[in-house]
């Protein structure tokens, strides 16, 4: 069994940065994909950025030049850093393990204007 639990929300303004971190049990941690995703009120789950076992990463369009997906296997955790946030970055962020095998709880981003 495999629990994922997020940190690191919180509420910022347009234009600050945040650090998400998804700290991971048990021991499959580093042969698997992890995943950021996020979900606004009223909107489905998106894919925010990647990061494969071998480090390599995608993001979504909306985040590139902005956010960062690094993973220390170490630690079994796996970070987002979030630069430049705007308003529209305001979600639930949750981590994933193995594209949608294990999820985190969620925490919430809100970026005021």
């Known amino acids: 069994q495999v629990q994922l639990v997020e940190s690191g929300g919180g509420l910022v303004q347009a234009g600050e940065s945040l650090r998400l971190s998804c700290a991971a049990s048990?021991?499959?941690?580093?042969?698997?994909?992890m995943g950021w995703y996020r979900q606004a009120p009223g909107q489905q789950r998106e894919l925010v950025a990647h990061?494969?076992?071998?480090?390599?990463?995608n993001y979504a369009d909306s985040v590139k030049g902005r956010f960062t997906i690094s993973r220390d296997n170490a630690k079994k955790t796996v970070y987002l850093q979030m630069n430049s946030l705007k308003p529209e970055d305001t979600a639930v962020y949750y981590c994933?393990?193995?594209?949608?095998?294990?999820w985190g709880q969620g925490t919430q981003v809100t970026v005021s204007s």
């Open positions: 994933s393990l193995g594209a949608g095998l294990y």
């Open positions: 048990g021991s499959i941690f580093s042969i698997y994909a």
């Open positions: 990061i494969t076992n071998d480090y390599r990463t």
